[in-house]
């Protein structure tokens, strides 16, 4: 039976919440439990430096988030569990695939737009406070998911732009060194969840 790989992370930003486990934990452990599915899941603690910078804090957070993922169910003797820091090759595709991608792709994410029109909202430079780790984490992201020739990304809804930029980086790189260099990945959103706000009304985070 051919196999599909599935791959779920999560950034440790503070404590988990609801969010977490809704748009990621859940359809991440119900897609380990598929006889045809092998699964991936990982700390994304160096996609965390864009906004923490404190040693002791993300370490804390890095543990909260391993945590949650063991106390909702994963299994570490049935999946790949790791955190993102100690595989030193995703770094190195994410060059690679740097260098594949237009600047285009960045202009147009999520998290770089988001910041920028808040900026623009307080009469600041659009480009106030933003560190080049923002700007480029779509491809860090792309690198996750396509080293581990993942074929199905579950996400939330504000995450599946960051697959769809994996998937066309990919192609681009396919189109230059064969069509089977990457695998194409594919997101996989619950309807019944799809963006889960905060108590404020934003995403919540």
Request: net charge negative; proline share 6%.
């Amino acid at each position: 039976m051919a196999t599909q790989i599935a791959l779920t992370g999560i950034k440790p930003t503070g404590t988990p919440h609801v969010g977490n486990y809704l748009g990621a934990v859940l359809p991440g452990i119900e897609l380990a439990k598929r006889p045809d599915c092998t699964a991936y899941y990982f700390v994304a603690d160096y996609h965390a430096l864009t906004g923490a910078h404190s040693r002791e804090q993300l370490l804390h957070d890095t543990a909260e988030v391993a945590a949650m993922w063991l106390a909702f169910g994963l299994d570490p003797e049935e999946s790949v569990f790791y955190r993102q820091s100690d595989v030193p090759e995703i770094f190195e595709l994410s060059w690679i695939l740097a260098c594949f991608t237009p600047k285009g792709f960045m202009n147009k994410a999520h998290a770089y737009k988001a910041v920028a029109d808040v900026n623009r909202e307080a009469g600041e430079p659009e480009d106030a406070g933003v560190s080049m780790g923002l700007y480029t984490y779509p491809v860090l992201m792309a690198a996750d998911i396509l080293i581990v020739d993942a074929d199905v990304v579950p996400v939330g809804k504000d995450q599946v732009q960051h697959v769809e930029i994996a998937r066309d980086i990919a192609q681009r790189i396919n189109h230059s060194y064969g069509e089977h260099t990457l695998r194409l990945p594919s997101a996989s959103l619950r309807a019944q969840t799809q963006l889960v706000p905060g108590l404020d009304g934003r995403k919540m985070s």
